[in-house]
């Protein structure tokens, strides 16, 4: 399993801060008639990039973990690929998920961050959006390496119960990022619209938006991403955990051997 080390763990705690911020934005800026997102959160790609540098120059990826997260971001490639999230239908987080269970937390940050970014090339889907998804994506691998010890049938029940959860956070940050450009801007003092106010406080936006990703995701496409991954892991979760586990013992075994 690989680990964070002291100067990694702190660039991920900047970028997730400064990524919490960014997805937040909406409910930050408060009196301006015109909206903008904060696009200098693309100036986050290349901190992701010095994570990944930082792991390698540390020891803590290694040529065996290079090549397993290789592999791993172009099977997700291709899961994006086939399970484009039509009707939020579709795969990515089943892989993230498991990947980060059995590397930890370290290697799903890495693998959430490469992955959408692979995928994206694969899809054609390179745009403002994907640093957003690719930190999104990054929290969800991390998030399942922190998850509580356990094994058997109780193991897949706590990912599949994770990867509901994961699912509506990630739609619920994708949403708030992009909800005052998909909605407009209401007229300052209107009331019975579900767009963003510019004028309003954050606690009267962040109700307005609960309410729009109610109606428009958290119902429909949230649910079918919830609903895919839960049965995913369900029904694959334990023959590809069970192959991940082994791919990490080979590697273990491998390293000492070579450095013994």
Aim: with cysteine.
């Amino acid at each position: 399993m690989m680990r964070f080390s002291p100067r990694t763990a702190l660039l991920v705690a900047i970028i997730s801060l400064a990524g919490l911020m960014m997805f937040a934005w909406p409910l930050l800026l408060h009196g301006y008639e015109r909206v903008q997102p904060p696009f200098i959160f693309l100036a986050l790609l290349p901190l992701m990039i010095v994570v990944l540098l930082s792991e390698l120059s540390t020891g803590g990826i290694d040529t065996r973990m290079i090549a397993i997260l290789g592999v791993l971001s172009a099977i997700e490639a291709v899961l994006r690929a086939v399970s484009s999230g039509t009707g939020g239908v579709e795969l990515v987080f089943f892989m993230l998920i498991l990947g980060g269970r059995v590397f930890g937390p370290a290697f799903g940050f890495v693998l959430g961050c490469t992955s959408l970014f692979v995928a994206a090339l694969v899809t054609a889907g390179v745009g403002p959006w994907l640093p957003y998804q690719m930190l999104g994506a990054a929290w969800v691998a991390a998030g399942a390496g922190l998850l509580p010890r356990a094994s058997g049938r109780r193991e897949i029940a706590l990912l599949a119960a994770y990867g509901v959860f994961a699912s509506y956070a990630y739609g619920l940050l994708l949403n708030l990022q992009g909800w005052p450009l998909l909605t407009g801007v209401t007229v300052p003092g209107a009331s019975g619209n579900l767009s963003y106010d510019p004028t309003a406080g954050a606690g009267e936006n962040l109700l307005t938006f609960l309410r729009y990703t109610l109606v428009t995701s958290t119902s429909s496409w949230d649910t079918m991403r919830a609903i895919t991954t839960a049965i995913a892991l369900g029904l694959l979760g334990p023959a590809v955990l069970a192959t991940l586990r082994r791919v990490a013992r080979r590697a273990t075994v491998t390293g000492v051997v070579s450095t013994g």
